[in-house]
């Protein structure tokens, strides 16, 4: 995996555990606390910039080659069909436009 996909990962990855230990910090002492509120936030917006701009930079120079491997995100769009969850979750469709960027 190439190194800029491998940030991406980092990134989202960073997002969903300072999100769970400010949960777990929170169950546990009742306090709001501010360090990995921030971290996740930042992880998280970091995570969708570098999502662009690796967009971006695949269709100027053609890098990185394995951005096809983070197309499963395409399919969190599909919670948009359920009733619950409602239209908000379409926008997520356009990630399945990774899979047509994999070299065949």
């Not at 360090?35 to 910039?49: E, M, T």
């Not at 967009?55 to 990185?64: D, V």
Request: charge should be positive; glycine fraction near 12%; include cysteine.
């Amino acid at each position: 995996m190439e190194k800029q996909t491998k940030i991406s990962y980092w990134f989202l990855f960073g997002g969903i555990g300072g999100s769970v230990v400010h949960n777990f910090v929170y169950g546990l002492f009742k306090i709001e606390e501010p360090i990995f509120f921030f971290i996740s936030v930042f992880s998280f917006i970091a995570f969708l910039v570098s999502l662009i701009f690796n967009l971006i930079t695949y269709k100027l120079k053609g890098r990185p080659k394995d951005l096809w491997c983070l197309s499963w995100i395409g399919l969190f769009g599909l919670l948009g069909f359920l009733k619950s969850f409602g239209p908000r979750f379409f926008g997520l469709y356009a990630f399945f436009a990774f899979f047509g960027f994999k070299k065949r």
